[in-house]
């Protein structure tokens, strides 16, 4: 069984900035620049013939291109700090493709996603540092926005299974296009 996830890739620009934010924190395990991406949808292990459905029917998603901006570091887990994350800022176009993302996966048996989407990229593991040590690291970086940049594709990733993921592989690529003409892969 594959186990599948739909996300946004993050340009290098972005990336290099992104991973200058990555220290201060002793213990925290930092995700690897190459791993940073705006999860639209983890699938989790599926079967390989709903793993090959869901890759043909995203397909038909239908979404114009749109410009994303990076704003803001934070944590998951305000009393138990676990991860470290740079928020999106709010885009009405990310939240239209998460939800006919969602759709389709529903559509082709994938139990509804439990968890509000809350658009990130995921910067470090931090389980079992202090409170304090996570709100001061957060002081010191929190104000961080990235130039903002153009969605044009979301991919269809595979990954391993364990704690922190990576490495991903790419298995397919969807390019988004103007309303007028149709979705597709690359």
Same mark, same amino acid.
């Given at each position: 069984?594959?186990?599948l =996830?739909?996300? *946004?890739?993050?340009?290098n620009?972005?990336?290099?900035?992104l991973?200058?934010?990555q220290?201060?924190?002793?213990?925290?395990?930092?995700?690897e620049?190459?791993?940073? @991406?705006?999860?639209l949808? =983890?699938?989790?292990?599926?079967? *390989?013939?709903?793993?090959?459905?869901?890759?043909?029917?995203?397909?038909?998603?239908?979404?114009?291109? =749109?410009?994303?901006?990076?704003?803001?570091?934070?944590?998951?887990?305000?009393?138990?700090?676990?991860?470290?994350?740079?928020?999106?800022?709010?885009? *009405? @176009?990310?939240?239209?493709?998460?939800s006919?993302?969602?759709?389709?996966?529903?559509?082709?048996?994938?139990?509804?996603?439990q968890?509000?989407?809350?658009? @990130?990229?995921?910067?470090?593991?931090?389980?079992?540092?202090?409170?304090?040590?996570?709100a001061?690291?957060?002081?010191q970086?929190? *104000?961080?926005?990235?130039?903002?940049?153009?969605?044009?594709?979301?991919?269809?990733?595979?990954s391993?299974?364990?704690?922190?993921?990576g490495?991903?592989?790419?298995?397919?690529?969807?390019t988004?296009? @103007?309303?007028?003409?149709?979705?597709?892969k690359?």
């Amino acid at each position: 069984m594959p186990r599948l =996830f739909i996300a *946004l890739d993050i340009p290098n620009e972005i990336t290099m900035h992104l991973s200058m934010l990555q220290s201060g924190l002793k213990d925290a395990r930092w995700i690897e620049s190459q791993n940073f @991406h705006i999860t639209l949808r =983890f699938c989790g292990d599926i079967e *390989l013939q709903v793993a090959r459905e869901l890759a043909q029917q995203l397909e038909r998603v239908n979404t114009e291109p =749109f410009e994303v901006q990076l704003s803001d570091l934070n944590v998951f887990g305000k009393s138990k700090p676990h991860s470290i994350y740079a928020g999106v800022k709010s885009n *009405l @176009h990310l939240t239209e493709l998460q939800s006919s993302v969602e759709r389709i996966c529903q559509k082709v048996g994938m139990p509804p996603e439990q968890r509000k989407f809350t658009p @990130h990229v995921t910067l470090a593991r931090i389980r079992g540092l202090k409170t304090e040590e996570v709100a001061k690291y957060l002081s010191q970086r929190g *104000l961080f926005q990235s130039k903002s940049f153009l969605v044009d594709r979301f991919k269809l990733y595979s990954s391993r299974n364990s704690i922190g993921g990576g490495p991903y592989v790419c298995e397919e690529t969807y390019t988004l296009v @103007h309303k007028d003409k149709t979705y597709g892969k690359t």
